[in-house]
DNA sequence: TAGATTGTTAATCGATTAACAATC
DNA sequence: TAGATTGTTAATCGATTAACAATC
């Protein structure tokens, strides 16, 4: 254990680790090191010994770690383990997609509210989430406390939205509209942009004149 | 313009500039200076001539850059002046939510058709995009040759069809998929991992004892 | 015990920032 | 022209990799 400040590389490191623990418990694999994990991951050996080393003490000299146990120290880092309410504003193609799909109990979130204007939408439920009015979030928020919001509303409502958000005491913002958000430097904004991230690799599919490195 | 080898971090810059000298060019704004748009953007001037250096020569001393002329230049360096075909593959809430609200043609994709496995769902039209069997894909791709296919299908069927998509030569791979693809290191793959970014943004606002820097 | 592998320190590598001559 | 700002080289900073003593 050494540092202080932890970079945002390993911070983004840790929930692929996180995933591939996960993957080779599932597969009954009970220890690793960290030269077979880093060979499987394709990074060094040394960068998960890094790594981890910001954290704590997780392996044995002439063993390695032990996966379940690895898996468990890393969720605790990440916060998996303290239960968070989270909302999800805005409930269109893509709101609805998320909370379809993704499994916010994994994360520790717990999610049983959504937002959105249209009346077509309010008082309908998604897979156990319940649709309120935008005008309920104010009284919800004093209640509940939500950590995290979602915000999967259309461009011209977000940075207004964010500020309201704020405001009610979010700590977080998940952001998956295509703006880039202005908010007090004490809340933790994490973009999905999805356009930035389309446009990276119509870069790289690209015939470029002198293109080298795969 | 010095550099052969262009590094992941810069080329991760580039939609942000090309975003943001979008939204100045719709604000009215003719020319700006790299310290001016440093500033704004939060990186530091040299930054961004270091970046846009590996490119060509895009300012003018005593003046800066002229922001249509940039903008523009940036988006051919992206490619997005390349028409490629897009595809898109399971038309589930997800896959549904791109079709509904993501505009492939601003990055120069040509999107017309998807795939799904769901009787539901084929033979229906979603803005204007047609769902097929994916039993049709390797008739389309033999005749159409998309050059990106969107994985929007469920984790378990990822990997095969990716695969699938490789040998019948699509060159990039845009992965909603919470999986990590091993497909032939000539084709790309973006990932999108949505559990991923939102447990990152956990580890941020979760109270660790020795939190420093915002 | 001997072999394996950790955690950590040191070395290297790469990316960011600063400085400045060139020039519009 | 004088002021401003580029493109690029050099300096700094940070992150990754290598090496190795400690030890299970």
């Known amino acids: 254990m050494k540092k202080q400040y932890i970079s ?3 911070i983004r490191r840790l929930p692929r680790y996180y995933r591939y623990l996960d993957e080779l418990h599932s597969r009954g694999v009970v220890r690793i090191s960290s030269s077979t994990l880093g060979r499987r991951m394709g990074v060094t050996a040394s960068q998960i010994r890094q790594d981890l ?3 704590g003490e ?3 000299q002439g063993y390695g770690y032990n996966i379940i146990e690895l898996r468990a120290e890393i969720g605790r880092i990440l916060g998996v383990n303290e239960p968070r309410r989270l909302i999800v504003l805005g409930a269109g193609h893509l709101g609805h997609a ?12 717990l999610l049983d509210t959504a937002f959105d204007v249209s009346p077509a939408l309010i008082g309908r439920s998604v897979n156990g989430v319940t649709i309120h009015a935008l005008g309920d979030l104010d009284a919800y928020c ?6 995290v919001a979602v915000l999967t509303v259309p461009r011209a409502a977000a940075q207004e939205l964010a500020e309201r958000l704020v405001a009610l005491g979010v700590r977080g913002l998940w952001n998956f509209t295509n703006v880039e958000l202005s908010v007090d430097e004490t809340v933790f904004v994490e973009n999905v942009h999805f356009a ?3 446009l990276t690799l119509s870069y790289r599919i690209s015939k470029k004149a002198g293109v080298e490195r795969t």
């Open 8 to 10: 945002d590389a390993v």
């Open 53 to 55: 080393s910001c954290f």
């Open 58 to 60: 997780f392996g044995q």
């Open 98 to 109: 998320l909370l379809q799909n993704f499994d916010f109990a994994q994360g520790g979130f």
């Open 142 to 147: 004093a209640v509940n406390h939500p950590a």
């Open 196 to 198: 930035d991230s389309l």
